[in-house]
């Protein structure tokens, strides 16, 4: 089962910031926190992810609490593209084999960016 | 920039017949995944795949399922004989060496009569 909640549903204004929560209080230590998308019934598209520190790419920023317990994806400028289900994930340090490297979908927050 | 691809886009087949799914993961990486998505439900997890060998596999992975990279650059997805339940989304992923972050293809829809 997943190990992160996340509100069912958000919207947000084309051209401002969408701030999607989650929350995932019983991470441990060797954990990371993943965010992936999925825009309609397409692959799912990575965006980010991090330990401990806050993270910045062209996608996204990742702002994760002192505490780890819970996390903030940043969209700076939301587009209309970037109405998708997203998915918070937490998923421990690689093994060498790959075992344990699984990714644990839960539902999801469906983002509605609006004109 | 370099994606993993799948065929066939989609599948239609009857109950009992075997399908083979096709990925070809993105160059050189080593760790190969199967997920499906049954419309309407989560992503779930099927199996993972390295060094030629099954990682891990989830319960819904049984012995109607293989996985197999005949060669260097395609990693199959075969069932067997498909139940009903079978239909669904399937989505493989490779990641590199560091196992970081996996990137998914674009999908195949396979839908058993």
């Known amino acids: 089962d997943a190990k992160t909640t996340q509100p069912t549903s958000m919207d947000c204004a084309e051209g401002r910031a969408a701030n999607l929560p989650c929350n995932h209080s019983?991470?441990?230590?060797?954990?990371?926190v993943y965010w992936y998308r999925q825009i309609h019934s397409q692959g799912p598209q990575y965006i980010i992810h991090?330990?401990?520190n806050n993270e910045t790419n062209e996608m996204a920023s990742l702002i994760i609490t002192e505490d780890r317990k819970s996390s903030t994806l940043i969209l700076p400028h939301a587009t209309l593209r970037d109405t998708a289900v997203y998915y918070c994930?937490?998923?421990?340090?690689?093994?060498?084999?790959?075992?344990?490297?699984?990714?644990?979908f839960g539902k999801g927050i469906t983002l509605s960016v609006r004109p | 920039e370099p994606e993993v691809t799948q065929t066939p886009s989609h599948q239609v087949t009857q109950m009992g017949q075997e399908v083979i799914l096709r990925c070809v993961p993105i160059?050189?990486?080593?760790?190969f995944y199967w997920y499906r998505q049954i419309l309407g439900q989560k992503v779930e997890f099927l199996v993972s795949f390295y060094n030629n060998e099954i990682s891990e596999k989830s319960e819904i992975f049984d012995d109607q399922f293989s996985v197999e990279r005949p060669d260097g650059s395609n990693f199959t997805l075969k069932i067997r004989s498909t139940k009903l339940e079978d239909s669904a989304m399937y989505f493989c992923a490779s990641a590199g060496a560091s196992q970081e972050t996996q990137y998914f293809g674009p999908g195949t829809r396979l839908l058993v009569l």
């Open positions: 994930i937490v998923r421990p340090r690689n093994s060498y084999t790959g075992a344990n490297s699984k990714l644990t």
């Open positions: 160059s050189n990486h080593l760790y």
């Open positions: 019983t991470i441990s230590g060797n954990e990371y």
């Open positions: 991090g330990l401990k």
